[in-house]
């Protein structure tokens, strides 16, 4: 099993920036992809970003240029570095991790609350 807790959300002002935090334990040799997900209200959860155990980055054309995913091996830990943020990422954001060889997303955190307002 892994665990997954985020960290570092709350309120922010358009064009501020925030730092999410996502620290796992448990059975952590078996992670491979790590996401970030979220969602907003009314809407359905969307994949933000994804790094590989290889560091491997993949972003929704939305936040390129804006986020910043990376990991930390040494602390098991996945940050999600949010620059010139805008309303429109106000959400609820979970990390989430995915074994070797699996396409689903086994293991999720309970989400922390991103607004940005205007």
């Known amino acids: 099993q892994v665990q997954l807790v985020e960290s570092g959300g709350g309120l922010v002002q358009a064009g501020g920036s925030l730092r999410l935090s996502c620290a796992a334990s448990?059975?952590?040799?078996?992670?491979?992809?790590m996401a970030w997900y979220r969602q907003a209200p009314g809407k359905q959860r969307e994949l933000v970003a994804t790094?590989?155990?290889?560091?491997?980055?993949n972003y929704v054309d939305s936040v390129k240029g804006r986020f910043t995913i990376s990991r930390d091996n040494a602390k098991n830990t996945v940050y999600l570095q949010m620059n010139s943020l805008k309303p429109e990422d106000t959400a609820v954001y979970s990390c989430?991790?995915?074994?070797?060889?699996?396409?689903?997303?086994?293991?999720w955190g309970q989400g922390t609350q991103v607004t940005v307002s205007s």
């Open positions: 989430a991790a995915r074994g070797y060889g699996s396409i689903w997303y086994r293991y």
């Open positions: 790094i590989t155990s290889g560091g491997t980055t």
């Open positions: 448990g059975s952590i040799f078996s992670i491979d992809t």
